[in-house]
C-alpha cells in the first residue's frame, strides 16, 4: 500500500466563548469568558469586558453559564479497539493475560486492513470529541497494514480536528520482517513531521512490550528514538509476563532492561507500570519517564493495580490513560480515585493523592510534547477547552472540584468541544464528521474484521 498524503486541518481559528464558569489555574470565574485568538487563549476574564474586547466580527459559542474546563487528555490509548466493541471471543475463552493477547487483540490487529485502520480512528476520534477530549498519545499496531497506516490515522485526526501524538508498536511476534516495518514506520513519520512540522500532530516511537521485543529490536528501537530525538511509547510490566521473561532471559526486571538499552528519559511514555518494584520505581523517578496508569483496562484484564500512590511518592509523574477501553476519561479518573481507595484500605486516600496529580501530569507531559501550554485555560495557552451543562446542586470551587468530577459531573455533561479556537461540538452535534455515516460504514468494518478473524 502507498502511504496517502496528509489531508490539510482547519487552521487555528479565532473565537468568544462565554458566558459561564471558567476554570482557571487561580479561581473559578463567574460571568466569564475565554477570547481565543488564532488558535491560542489570548483573554480570560468578566465576559462583558472580553466581549467589548474582541473584534465585531469574531465567531461566538454561547457556553449558556455552563462549565468551561480544559480540554480533557487521554495519555494512552489504542483506536484501533474501536471495533472490537461486542467482538465475540473463540471458545475456550482466554483465561490469562498471554491468553487475551494471543487469542483476542493479536487477532484482531493482524486482522486489521488499512480502511479499518482509518475508520477505527475517525470513529474513536469522535468519541473522544463527544467525551471532551482534545488530545490523544495513541498507539497503534496493523502488521498486515503496516506502511503508510500512522498516515491514515493522521487523515482521521485532521479531519476531525483534534490534537493526537501517534506511533507504531514494533514488536517481534509477526518475524522479522513485520518488526522491520514497524520500526520503519515510526521513522518515517517522525521523518515527515521533521520535514513539515504540524501543530496538531506529533510523533512518538512505539514498541510493543519488552517480552515481545529481542535484545537487538529493542536496542534498535532505542537507539533510532535517541537519535530522532523522540520519545519511546511501549507498555511494561503490565502482566507478570513481562516480569518473568525479563528474569528469565535477561537476569533483570523490565524497566531496568529498559534502562539497560537507554531507553528511560523524560520522554518516555511508560503504559502501566503494574507490576514494579522498589528499584524500578526509582528507576523511574531518577529518569523523569511518564508513567501513564491505566486503572479500567488493568481491571478488565485482571493484570493487576499500579502503586500509583507509592509512584507519586517517590516524583514519579504519572498521567491518565484509557489504554483503548473508552474515550471516556472522566470515568477513567473516578475508577482511579475509587480503586486507590479500596486497595490502600484507606477512604482519607484524596482526589489530590491520586487522580488530581493524574491530571496535572498529563497535561505537564503533554505541553512538552506539543510545545505549548495544554490543559489549562489562561493567556498563551493552546485554545483547547469543553463547556459543561452541569449545574451543581452544590457549591462549586477550585478546591472541591475533584469531588464534584468523582460524585458529579462527566462526560455526559460535555456539550461542547473547542481545539485550536475550532468547534469541533456544539450543543452536542459533531460538526466536523458525520457520525452517523460513520458509525454504518464502521459497522460494516467491524463484520468483515471479525469474519477474517474467523
Not at 135 to 164: K, Q, W
Amino acid at each position: 500500500m502507498t502511504p496517502r498524503a496528509s489531508k490539510s486541518t482547519q487552521p487555528p481559528a479565532d473565537l468568544l466563548v462565554g458566558p459561564g464558569r471558567v476554570l482557571t489555574p487561580q479561581a473559578l470565574l463567574r460571568d466569564a469568558g475565554v477570547r481565543i485568538e488564532c488558535g491560542t487563549i489570548a483573554a480570560v476574564g468578566p465576559f462583558a469586558d472580553i466581549r467589548r474586547a474582541a473584534p465585531a466580527s469574531t465567531p461566538r459559542l454561547d457556553a449558556r453559564g455552563g462549565l468551561m474546563l480544559p480540554g480533557v487528555i487521554n495519555a494512552h490509548s489504542h483506536f484501533y479497539s474501536v471495533l472490537a466493541r461486542g467482538m465475540p471471543v473463540a471458545e475456550p475463552g482466554p483465561e490469562s493475560f498471554p491468553q487475551i493477547l494471543d487469542r483476542v487483540w493479536w487477532r484482531l490487529d493482524r486482522a486489521l486492513t488499512a480502511d479499518d485502520v482509518e475508520t477505527s480512528a475517525r470513529l474513536g476520534l469522535a468519541e473522544c470529541v463527544r467525551c471532551g477530549v482534545t488530545t490523544v498519545i495513541d498507539h497503534h499496531s496493523s502488521p498486515n497494514a503496516c506502511p503508510g497506516s500512522l498516515d491514515r490515522i493522521r487523515d482521521a485526526v485532521e479531519a476531525v480536528g483534534m490534537r493526537a501524538a501517534l506511533s507504531y508498536e514494533v514488536s517481534d511476534r509477526n518475524g522479522p520482517p513485520a518488526a522491520e516495518e514497524g520500526i520503519a514506520e515510526n521513522l518515517r513519520l517522525i521523518g515527515a513531521l521533521r520535514q513539515r512540522p504540524s501543530e496538531r500532530i506529533k510523533a512518538l516511537f512505539g514498541m510493543h512490550a519488552l517480552f515481545t521485543l529481542s535484545e537487538v529490536t529493542l536496542e534498535r528501537c532505542a537507539r533510532a528514538a535517541r537519535e530522532a530525538q523522540t520519545g519511546l511509547h511501549l507498555h511494561l510490566a503490565e502482566d507478570r509476563i513481562d516480569v518473568a521473561h525479563a528474569l528469565a532471559h535477561h537476569g533483570e526486571r523490565p524497566v531496568q532492561r529498559l534502562h539497560r538499552h537507554g531507553g528511560l528519559n523524560r520522554s518516555t511514555v511508560v503504559a502501566h507500570a503494574v507490576h514494579v518494584v522498589d528499584e524500578e520505581i526509582a528507576l523511574l523517578a531518577m529518569s523523569g519517564a511518564f508513567v501513564v496508569h491505566n486503572p479500567e483496562s488493568n481491571l478488565n484484564n485482571a493484570v493487576g493495580v499500579s502503586p500509583v500512590p507509592a509512584l507519586l511518592a517517590r516524583g514519579v509523574r504519572v498521567g491518565l490513560g484509557s489504554d483503548g477501553m473508552s474515550a471516556d476519561l472522566f470515568a477513567a479518573a473516578r475508577t482511579a480515585y475509587l480503586l486507590h481507595r479500596l486497595v490502600g484500605r484507606s477512604p482519607r486516600l484524596g482526589w489530590d493523592r491520586v487522580a488530581g496529580a493524574l491530571w496535572a501530569y498529563n497535561a505537564g507531559f503533554t505541553s512538552a510534547l506539543f510545545g505549548r501550554p495544554l490543559g489549562v485555560i489562561a493567556p498563551g495557552a493552546a485554545g483547547d477547552l469543553i463547556v459543561l451543562d452541569y449545574d451543581p446542586p452544590t457549591p462549586l470551587e477550585v478546591n472541591n472540584l475533584g469531588a464534584h468530577l468523582v460524585f458529579g459531573f462527566g462526560a455526559r455533561h460535555v456539550t461542547a468541544t473547542v481545539v485550536a479556537g475550532q468547534v469541533l461540538m456544539r450543543d452536542r452535534e459533531l460538526l466536523t464528521i458525520d457520525e452517523t455515516k460513520l458509525r454504518a460504514v464502521a459497522r460494516e468494518r467491524a463484520a468483515g474484521l471479525w469474519a477474517r478473524m474467523g
